[in-house]
């Protein structure tokens, strides 16, 4: 079994700073990428930001500039750094990684339980 579990979230101002974290745990062979979604009330989930393994990423145009995502391929471990946050940015954030796992070698979605980031004064 493989479990993503995030953690990070809170309450900012706007303007603020905070970081997510999101640990994989578990019998994992490989994670080739590993990424964050977010979802606003009454909007589609969206792709924030994806670091494959060596270290290449993509962002959503919003977020580009303001945020970073890293990872710790030993601890399968990915970061979101939310730097010059906005209102808009208010959300469940999601941490997303297709796992192989190590139990049949068969690649799978997972996905953590989401942390929620408010942007409020």
């Known amino acids: 079994q493989v479990q993503l579990v995030e953690s990070g979230g809170g309450l900012v101002q706007p303007g603020g700073s905070l970081r997510l974290s999101c640990v994989a745990s578990?019998?994992?062979?490989?994670?080739?990428?590993m990424g964050w979604y977010r979802q606003a009330p009454g909007k589609e989930r969206e792709l924030v930001a994806m670091i494959g393994s060596g270290g290449i990423t993509n962002y959503e145009d919003s977020v580009k500039g303001r945020f970073t995502i890293s990872r710790d391929n030993a601890e399968n471990t990915v970061y979101l750094q939310m730097n010059s946050l906005k209102r808009e940015d208010t959300a469940v954030y999601y941490c997303y990684a297709p796992v192989i796992a190590g139990t049949d070698w068969i690649m799978y979605d997972f996905w953590g339980q989401g942390t929620q980031v408010t942007v409020s004064s």
């Open positions: 578990g019998r994992i062979a490989n994670i080739k990428r």
